[in-house]
């Protein structure tokens, strides 16, 4: 029966391929060292110059942009694949309850590095039973970006200094918005709801649990910063511009800053290359000044090791060597990542005149941001309570929906989320 | 103008409104993939194409790695359209021609699991992925897909019309073996059949998103509309450079497809009328 | 060895056999539809009920699993957000069907008639349902965008106000629908154009003698004639509809955009297992949409089965 063992054969030659994988890879490039980013959150050039600095050890970033986080999460659960170093956004305090999927690096020597971060940045990154989970890259202190030109086409203060006095307080910005808008009819003062209510957020002390992993989302800070988000909605100052989240989910407004619809936005520094990119003709027209309601942090990223990273040592060499105080002033020269650390601030790299900004020394206004910043607790449910709370605040812009009802809707949401968390 | 004549000027017209609103979207796509960005933002858009082009696909091929990509999606759907038609076919010719203990319960089975939806399965499937060590493997993408209960299905309806019995039984009386029968006999037979099933294997499997997304976690690893995503996600701000991409990641199927179209089309009314 | 169907003569092969072979005779037979069960096994049984257990736990994939019992189904079923993306699911599934097959209806009435370039119609409809569904998300995105979307500037341009197609929770149903049905169209066209080709002439004729005129005609014979094929069309059309995922993930985002409008059930499914890594909510969420689904199925044979047990009794 010659049939008979052919097919014997081929199905046993199937069989054998279905089931004799050989295990893939626990990290992404055995024999290399692996750095997961995103774009824009390192310079191009300093990677560039680290890939040659570390060839010896194999270094070797890849840019895997807004997936990172849901690809970082099934490597985790997959254990292969997984990079040696890699970026966590401000989202760490999430990964916090999976820290033995990290390397300590106390363990590898960061607390001598300690002296040269800020305070609050380095806390952030520490777990509660003092893990040191993420090396510190970026901050994000909060200023105004402002259409220069069509301020002053409006016969409004346009002038940095005369603008961040107008525009000292919300309130004060809202009622500067409305005047604005009277006179460039169709353009917006700022992006959506959204914005108002983050950046609110981002200049209070307390947000939305405190460390006994209580919810104070009912407290004052929230209301207040839901109802100024609600005022500007009232006041058709917000486009409302539709956004999904991921960078092409913004296309919507990449065309706004491009034909000048949208006059000013509240935003941490690292929007700078995204507006930079996206709307290069119009460079120059653009100034920053103080935000109104005061400095504020939102975002900012870290780097950390994983553990299944085969050189932690030399791998903590590059992290620290590309997080150094000098390379962070290039890092915010390049891309418009806000240092972490201090000295960067004033570093001459840093504070060089920036034309897209009419030639302002935009590290200033950044860095004076920065300093204001207070410290405060980031549950590692934060980021989701936070767009509980903000999907509501789209709902009432887009859809006209009731805020008293929106308001109750986002506190069930919130309810529900911690409940399956187990935290309620 | 008779009635019929007016009716039919009509129908014409409508049918040829109704084939330029459906082709619109790829002509779009062929304007923004030739034009900047900032062609694309202004009002009102622009409608013509553009001369960029070159310098978009440039930028498309130095920013990821559109071959690597290409190539496994070519070795997905080629490996995954070979294995389906030979176990879909094997095992359809089996089930109409044969009679064996649990035939009709084995089909039955068959049949439910068409009601198991796919999500049901994913996240475990992920973890055997994982103990499998096939995470961000290709064969993750392939092996789950070999076989599947449409194709048996439908293959099976198709033999028990087109392979008559008297043909086996000649087989069978010449000295053939089962697998024999099924090469020499069944498969010249089932020909058309198998091309159909093939192209829509290959495109299914070109196309395959959500589970390529789950599974593919390398990100320099990637099968093309994972890429394609990826290049939508990480380059964003560029738009004529994703528009670019897409236009590339479109192409080589619509080559295929406008190649094998005639057959297929063919194919497809056929089997949703007789099954 | 091995019987061929019909029978012809039951006994005589099996005389013929030593009895030692006749254990293994239908061997080669289960090898060969084996395949398919151990693929369907090990990468859809197994998981099936080890989604099962999961449901039954706490689970990020990475840490160690939590046994909560049905707390995740008590959760899912006052899951308004669960409702929410079932609700979606049918209304963007009816705003896509019903449409789609009237359209469809129509493309085939004109490609059965005798008008030109009849094939270089039938690519060009069935084009769409070959092309990448992502590829034409992120194009249909550009389509129904506010700012700079060609629709809008259509609108624009024969004096209407322009829409937030991607910001109203009724113009999020609309754009995906849109999409869904541009690349259905083509691809249930084909089905039905094959179905009135297979209405034999000489019926035609019968209704032309009994004095019946066009539109007489089309409803009273083309369409009872096409059921069938439309039956076919709606099921498959079904079978899709539930699983709706890349249109709206890749138009209005993970989140499902203004009021969850685009949130579809596969969607929520991801969000919860893929991005938020609740493996154990996930699996529930899973369960929770196969049940929906059979009992959808149960509903959609029932309806097909009535009618035709009245035609057989006529």
């Known amino acids: 029966m010659t049939a008979l063992t052919r097919r014997?054969?081929?199905?046993?030659?199937?069989?054998?391929?279905?089931?004799?994988?050989?295990?893939?890879?626990?990290?992404?490039?055995p024999g290399k060292l692996t750095l997961w980013y995103w774009t824009r959150g390192l310079s191009p050039a300093v990677l560039d110059e680290a890939a040659v600095r570390f060839a010896g050890a194999g270094f070797d970033p890849a840019n895997v942009s807004h997936d990172l986080r849901h690809k970082l999460l099934a490597t985790m659960s997959g254990g292969a694949y997984l990079p040696d170093m890699t970026m966590l956004n401000d989202d760490i305090a999430g990964y916090f309850g999976d820290a033995d999927q990290f390397v300590d690096l106390n363990t590898m020597g960061a607390q001598r590095l300690r002296g040269d971060y800020l305070p609050w940045k380095w806390e952030a990154g520490t777990t509660p039973d003092g893990r040191l989970l993420g090396f510190p890259v970026d901050t994000g202190p909060a200023a105004l970006f402002y259409r220069h030109d069509l301020f002053?086409?409006?016969?409004?203060?346009?002038?940095?200094?005369?603008?961040?006095?107008?525009?000292?307080?919300?309130?004060?910005?809202?009622?500067?918005?409305?005047?604005?808008?009277?006179?460039?009819?169709?353009?917006?003062?700022?992006?959506?709801?959204?914005?108002?209510?983050?950046?609110?957020?981002?200049?209070?002390?307390?947000?939305?649990?405190?460390?006994?992993?209580?919810?104070?989302?009912?407290?004052?800070?929230?209301?207040?910063?839901?109802?100024?988000?609600?005022?500007?909605?009232?006041?058709?100052?917000?486009?409302?511009?539709?956004d999904n989240g991921?960078?092409?989910?913004?296309?919507?407004?990449?065309?706004?800053?491009?034909n000048g619809t949208e006059l000013s936005l509240v935003n941490a520094s690292w929007i700078t290359g995204e507006i930079k990119e996206s709307a290069p003709t119009t460079a120059g027209a653009w100034r920053l000044c103080r935000s109104p309601g005061g400095p504020g942090n939102q975002g900012g990223s870290f780097i950390a090791i994983t553990r299944y990273c085969p050189q932690p040592q030399a791998a903590f060499?590059?992290?620290?060597?590309?997080?150094?105080?000098?390379?962070?002033?290039?890092?915010?020269?390049?891309?418009?990542?806000?240092?972490?650390?201090?000295?960067?601030?004033?570093?001459?790299?840093?504070?060089?005149p920036d034309p897209f900004f009419g030639g302002q020394i935009t590290a200033d206004v950044f860095g004076e941001s920065a300093k204001g910043v207070q410290p405060a607790y980031f549950s590692p449910w934060d980021i989701d309570i936070s767009n509980c709370f903000t999907d509501e605040l789209v709902n009432v812009e887009s859809a006209g929906k009731d805020p008293q009802q929106a308001w109750r809707d986002a506190r069930s949401a919130i309810d529900r989320l911690l409940q399956r968390s187990g935290v309620l | 103008m008779t009635p019929s004549l007016r009716v039919k000027l009509l129908g014409g017209g409508l049918l040829a409104v109704g084939a330029v609103i459906t082709l619109f979207p790829y002509y779009w796509l062929a304007v923004m993939a030739t034009n900047t960005t900032s062609d694309i933002f202004t009002t009102p858009p622009k409608l013509t194409f553009g001369s960029h082009l070159f310098d978009n696909l440039a930028e498309v091929f130095a920013s990821i790695d559109f071959f690597g990509s290409l190539l496994n999606t070519v070795i997905v759907a080629v490996a995954t359209?070979?294995?389906?038609?030979?176990?879909?076919?094997?095992?359809?010719?089996?089930?109409?021609?044969?009679?064996?203990?649990?035939?009709?319960?084995?089909?039955?089975?068959?049949?439910?699991?068409?009601?198991?939806?796919?999500?049901?399965?994913?996240?475990?499937?992920?973890?055997i992925m994982a103990t499998l060590g096939w995470v961000g493997d290709l064969k993750a993408l392939i092996i789950p897909a070999a076989a599947n209960a449409f194709g048996i299905f439908w293959m099976r309806q198709y033999c028990a019309s087109a392979l008559p019995d008297e043909l086996l039984e000649a087989a069978r009386m010449d000295g053939c073996g089962f697998f024999r029968t099924y090469w020499n006999v069944a498969l010249p037979v089932l020909r058309p059949a198998l091309a159909f099933l093939g192209?829509?294997?290959?495109?299914?499997?070109?196309?395959?998103?959500?589970?390529?997304?789950?599974?593919?976690?390398?990100?320099r690893n990637l099968t093309l509309q994972v890429a394609l995503s990826q290049l939508n996600g990480v380059y964003g701000t560029d738009y004529s450079l994703v528009m670019a991409g897409t236009l590339l990641a479109i192409l080589p199927l619509l080559v295929v497809f406008l190649i094998g179209s005639r057959h297929f089309i063919k194919n497809i009314a056929a089997g949703a009328v007789k099954g | 060895m091995t019987d061929l169907l019909p029978r012809k003569a039951p006994s005589a092969p099996a005389v013929a056999q030593v009895p030692q072979r006749r254990r293994f005779r239908h061997l080669p037979q289960y090898l060969a539809i084996s395949p398919f069960y151990i693929l369907f096994l090990?990468?859809?049984?197994?998981?099936?009920?080890?989604?099962?257990?999961?449901?039954?736990?706490?689970?990020?994939?990475?840490?160690?699993?939590?046994?909560?019992?049905?707390?995740?189904?008590?959760?899912?079923?006052?899951?308004?957000?669960?409702?929410?993306?079932?609700?979606?699911?049918?209304i963007i599934w009816v705003m896509s069907t019903v449409p789609m097959t009237v359209l469809a209806l129509l493309i085939a009435l004109g490609?059965?008639?005798?008008?030109?370039?009849?094939?270089?119609?039938?690519?060009?409809?069935?084009?769409?349902?070959?092309?990448?569904?992502?590829?034409?998300?992120?194009?249909?995105?550009?389509?129904?965008?506010?700012?700079?979307?060609?629709?809008?500037?259509?609108?624009?341009?024969?004096?209407?106000?322009?829409?937030?197609?991607?910001?109203?929770?009724?113009?999020?149903?609309?754009?995906?629908?849109?999409?869904?049905?541009?690349?259905?169209?083509?691809?249930?066209?084909?089905?039905?154009?094959?179905?009135?080709?297979?209405?034999?002439?000489?019926?035609?004729?019968?209704?032309?003698?009994?004095?019946?005129?066009?539109?007489?005609?089309?409803?009273?014979?083309?369409?009872?004639?096409?059921?069938?094929?439309m039956l076919f069309s709606v099921v498959m059309s079904a079978i899709n509809g539930m699983q709706v995922f890349t249109e709206a993930q890749v138009l209005v985002g993970d989140r499902g955009g203004v009021q969850d409008a685009g949130t579809t059930m596969v969607l929520y499914f991801y969000n919860m297992a893929f991005l938020e890594n609740d493996f154990g909510y996930g699996a529930a969420i899973a369960w929770g949409i196969f049940v929906v689904v059979v009992i959808f199925a149960i509903i959609n044979w029932r309806l097909i089965q009535r009618p035709e047990r009245a035609e057989v009794s006529r």
């Not at chain 1, 992006?191 to 460390?211: C, G, H, I, L």
């Not at chain 2, 010719?93 to 035939?103: E, I, L, S």
């Not at chain 3, 939590?66 to 308004?80: K, R």
Request: with cysteine; proline share 6%; hydrophobic share 50%.
């Open chain 3, 42 to 90: 090990v990468f859809g049984a197994y998981p099936v009920f080890y989604s099962l257990y999961l449901a039954l736990h706490r689970w990020d994939g990475i840490g160690p699993m939590q046994w909560i019992g049905l707390d995740n189904f008590a959760l899912l079923v006052t899951d308004a957000e669960f409702w929410n993306a079932i609700g979606n699911t049918f």
């Open chain 1, 246 to 258: 991921s960078t092409t989910g913004s296309v919507d407004r990449h065309a706004a800053w491009t």
């Open chain 1, 152 to 242: 002053a086409q409006a016969g409004m203060p346009s002038e940095p200094d005369d603008v961040a006095r107008a525009v000292a307080t919300w309130e004060d910005y809202f009622a500067f918005g409305e005047e604005l808008q009277r006179a460039l009819p169709g353009r917006y003062l700022i992006t959506d709801a959204k914005t108002v209510f983050t950046y609110s957020m981002a200049q209070e002390p307390r947000k939305y649990m405190d460390r006994q992993g209580r919810f104070i989302g009912d407290e004052e800070p929230v209301r207040r910063a839901w109802e100024r988000a609600l005022s500007a909605v009232r006041k058709g100052l917000t486009a409302g511009y539709f």
């Open chain 3, 111 to 229: 490609l059965n008639s005798s008008i030109r370039f009849k094939g270089l119609y039938r690519i060009a409809y069935f084009m769409p349902n070959v092309t990448s569904v992502v590829a034409m998300a992120i194009v249909f995105s550009s389509v129904f965008s506010t700012e700079f979307g060609i629709l809008n500037s259509f609108l624009s341009a024969i004096g209407l106000d322009p829409v937030g197609w991607l910001t109203d929770p009724w113009g999020i149903k609309v754009a995906i629908s849109v999409m869904i049905i541009w690349r259905w169209v083509g691809y249930n066209a084909i089905i039905f154009l094959a179905g009135l080709q297979a209405i034999p002439a000489d019926i035609y004729e019968a209704a032309r003698i009994d004095g019946a005129g066009p539109v007489q005609t089309f409803f009273r014979v083309t369409l009872p004639l096409l059921r069938p094929v």
């Open chain 2, 81 to 127: 359209t070979v294995l389906v038609l030979f176990f879909d076919s094997l095992a359809a010719f089996t089930f109409a021609k044969y009679r064996f203990p649990g035939r009709n319960v084995l089909f039955g089975i068959l049949l439910a699991t068409f009601v198991v939806p796919t999500q049901l399965a994913a996240i475990p499937q992920f973890s």
């Open chain 2, 199 to 219: 192209i829509f294997t290959f495109i299914s499997a070109w196309n395959d998103y959500l589970w390529p997304l789950i599974i593919m976690v390398d990100s």
């Open chain 1, 317 to 352: 060499e590059i992290v620290s060597w590309l997080l150094s105080p000098t390379n962070q002033a290039r890092h915010y020269a390049d891309v418009g990542i806000f240092p972490s650390a201090p000295a960067a601030f004033t570093d001459v790299t840093a504070r060089q």
């Open chain 1, 8 to 29: 014997r054969f081929l199905a046993a030659g199937a069989l054998a391929f279905a089931l004799a994988g050989c295990a893939s890879p626990r990290t992404a490039s």
